[in-house]
């Protein structure tokens, strides 16, 4: 039995999130919680596997509290944050600060909408309390560094390459491993697919932009694709590729429809339609396998393709899938995913 532990302000939300996590026999709701005190309070006496948090709360908010919980190790977080710009921002604080996942919180007409999200709500929490450290407790025993790349060795392409990303729960903190290290003569461009809503991509790409030697941008449709930078998917569309190798746009569409958008296999397809074995995949952390059949394609049409290893990932569902299926050449941490990439992506001249 998973036991959760429901925090937020609003009685009536309170009530809706605990009757969709019971209408699953595998969950238990111990309690709920008003604020961030009263949340921190019961899960020191609860012991509770997984915790909802409301980022707005009263008396002390669900940042502070996360810090709390985090430091204490008091159970897994999932964050409910608001479909807005200062939302995004808050809500990708919470996830560096070691919240698990997220899910938004619906505006409008709650009863309808939070409905919509049970499914969401009800695997995510379950995927929670399967991971059996928190991302604090998991970096403590990773003894990683830097990685130490000496560009000498190092060949210059003369041909720019395609790095494409797919990265879903725990990617926002597992990034950061892996792009502030890509130097900004790589030759290559990058396309980020995290799964994330509409509002959060732009707000996403600032904060990665401002970490990173390379640029760092949210995808627009016609945008000219160049090396050295970086484009996030944007939320809501695919991100698709047209044109050849000597000039190469970006082509947003909420076609074809799959149930994340953007979707790593989608993406993945399209830039190995346009850079064929010049296309290096790379599959990190995340539920399900979006991103896997796609990894199988690339590998075989002579592309280069990296999975992320257990002993990093967060969820080791979306690059376990890929090396299931045959689409893993590399399986490495995080911590070592930039220096391959930099190794099979070379440097312009």
Avoid: W
Avoid at 112 to 136: F, G, Q, R
Avoid at 264 to 269: G, L, Q, R
């Amino acid at each position: 039995m998973i036991k959760v532990l429901v925090a937020d302000d609003s009685a009536l939300m309170r009530l809706m999130i605990k009757d969709i996590l019971e209408s699953d026999p595998e969950i238990k709701v111990l309690d709920t919680a008003r604020n961030g005190k009263d949340v921190v309070e019961k899960a020191r006496k609860l012991h509770p596997d997984v915790i909802t948090l409301d980022v707005n709360m009263p008396e002390m908010d669900g940042l502070e509290a996360l810090k709390i919980i985090e430091e204490e190790n008091l159970g897994r977080v999932i964050m409910l944050s608001s479909l807005t710009k200062e939302g995004a921002e808050i809500t990708l604080k919470a996830l560096e600060l070691g919240a698990f996942d997220f899910i938004p919180k619906p505006g409008g007409s709650i009863s309808v909408n939070l409905k919509d999200l049970s499914e969401e709500i009800i695997e995510k929490v379950k995927a929670a309390a399967k991971s059996k450290v928190s991302l604090k407790e998991r970096d403590k025993t990773l003894i990683a560094s830097p990685p130490r790349i000496n560009k000498e060795s190092l060949f210059q392409s003369k041909e720019m390459k395609a790095v494409v990303i797919g990265i879903s729960t725990g990617g926002p903190k597992n990034i950061m491993e892996v792009l502030p290290y890509i130097p900004s003569d790589i030759n290559a461009a990058i396309f980020l697919v995290q799964h994330m809503p509409p509002a959060f991509t732009l707000q996403y790409a600032k904060r990665l932009n401002e970490n990173s030697k390379i640029k760092v941008v949210e995808a627009e449709d016609g945008m000219r694709v160049e090396p050295g930078v970086c484009y996030v998917g944007k939320g809501g569309y695919n991100l698709l590729l047209e044109g050849d190798k000597r000039d190469v746009r970006i082509k947003l569409t909420d076609y074809p429809k799959h149930r994340f958008m953007p979707s790593a296999d989608v993406t993945m397809e399209s830039v190995l339609t346009v850079f064929e074995e010049d296309t290096i995949g790379v599959l990190m952390t995340g539920m399900g396998s979006d991103g896997a059949e796609a990894m199988v394609k690339i590998r075989k049409a002579g592309g280069r393709t990296i999975a992320e290893s257990e002993e990093t990932a967060v969820i080791f569902g979306m690059p376990k899938a890929a090396i299931e299926k045959g689409g893993a050449e590399f399986v490495l941490p995080n911590y070592e995913i930039p220096s391959k990439i930099i190794e099979l992506a070379g440097l312009r001249k």
